[in-house]
């Protein structure tokens, strides 16, 4: 069993829909949770990270971790076409260095 | 603008063949890290080096060597390249003042490697 299962998607939704993204871990040493965004082409770049459990908010993008259920989530509200990418869930410990457990990531399409 | 570079962005290589990649970055950051993206199994962290002495295995190590020829330069070789190495290679930085144990990293723009 992989330490961060995330599925690959794709998922495909109407431009404006509210998009939930997720991710389950089995690591209970887990304290730091990232959302990374990989368009195209291009390097993962960090869209938020939030330490423990609780909520962030970010303009229209929501994390959320529940850590008794061990699952991780992003939310992104009035989804627009530029959102279309491939959102990678990670996770590390606390403490010293900690490697980053990624997933695999979710495609995601906003179709206009 | 601080960034991370990646040269090449693009390699066809034959079996055999010794190829380098190069990494660059002007964030001034300590650490730096070196993964392969594959469909289906994500990122996978091959070395990392916190300065320039310092240079750590990742979880897939074998077949790789890298060296950390600056602190804002850090190179991965494949000595003999084999068809399994076909992957997207990203380098990337974090920094202990700045992310502390959170450990963000920043990705540079990745490289596209066959090797046939």
């Known amino acids: 069993q992989k330490e961060v299962e995330q599925d690959p998607g794709p998922l495909s939704v109407p431009e404006g829909a509210i998009v939930s993204l997720n991710c389950t871990y089995s690591?209970?040493?887990?304290?730091?949770f990232m959302w990374y965004r990989q368009y195209s082409r291009k390097g993962p770049e960090l869209l938020m990270y939030?330490?423990?459990?609780g909520n962030k908010e970010d303009g229209r993008f929501t994390a959320q971790v529940d850590k008794s259920s061990k699952y991780i989530s992003l939310f992104i509200r009035d989804s627009q076409p530029s959102d279309s990418a491939t959102y990678l869930c990670?996770?590390?410990?606390?403490?010293?260095?900690?490697?980053?457990?990624f997933g695999i990531g979710t495609k995601l399409q906003v179709i206009p | 603008d601080a960034d991370v570079t990646q040269t090449p962005r693009n390699r066809i290589t034959k079996t055999g063949k010794r190829i380098m990649l190069e990494c660059s970055q002007t964030?001034?950051?300590?650490?730096m890290y070196w993964y392969r993206q594959d469909p289906g199994l994500g990122l996978r962290l091959i070395y990392y080096?916190?300065?320039?002495?310092?240079?750590n295995k990742g979880e897939i190590s074998d077949g790789y060597s890298v060296s950390r020829q600056a602190q804002a330069k850090f190179s991965l070789s494949l000595e003999s390249a084999i068809p399994n190495q076909t992957a997207l290679y990203f380098c990337?930085?974090?920094?202990?003042?700045?992310?502390?144990?959170?450990?963000?990293?920043?990705f540079g723009p990745g490289t596209r490697l066959t090797v046939l």
């Open positions: 990337a930085t974090s920094d202990l003042r700045t992310s502390g144990s959170a450990n963000e990293q920043f």
């Open positions: 690591n209970s040493a887990f304290q730091y």
């Open positions: 080096s916190f300065d320039v002495k310092d240079i």
């Open positions: 964030k001034g950051h300590d650490r």
């Open positions: 939030t330490y423990s459990s």
């Open positions: 990670a996770m590390s410990p606390r403490g010293g260095y900690q490697k980053v457990t």
